[in-house]
């Protein structure tokens, strides 16, 4: 895969190629693309932000567009890709506008 398969902000359900080398089903929400991985959150799993490798991911299963009232917020400093250089997941709650939080 490569950066054009994916979209911000859009919800995917994917096969992946797990840290452990497994492959994995994983439901994705994607906050940023960058020119060799993205930032995403585990939707089903602990809530925590991970960087992953665009050649990790084996297939694309179902993409679904979020709309903006229904996006996830996290500040612009936390997803900037020089954060990220040394840092493969992050601990870092977010909410929906609609979540009352």
Request: a positive charge.
């Amino acid at each position: 895969m490569d950066k054009n398969a994916f979209k911000q902000d859009t919800r995917y359900t994917i096969t992946w190629r797990s840290p452990e080398g497994k492959l994995r089903p994983a439901n994705i929400y994607v906050y940023r693309l960058y020119e060799t991985f993205m930032i995403a959150r585990m939707t089903e799993k602990d809530g925590l932000l991970y960087k992953i490798a665009y050649t990790d991911i084996i297939k694309i299963v179902k993409e679904t567009a979020v709309d903006n009232e229904h996006q996830f917020m996290i500040p612009a400093a936390i997803l900037d890709e020089k954060v990220w250089k040394d840092r493969t997941v992050m601990d870092r709650y977010s909410s929906s506008p609609h979540m009352g939080k």
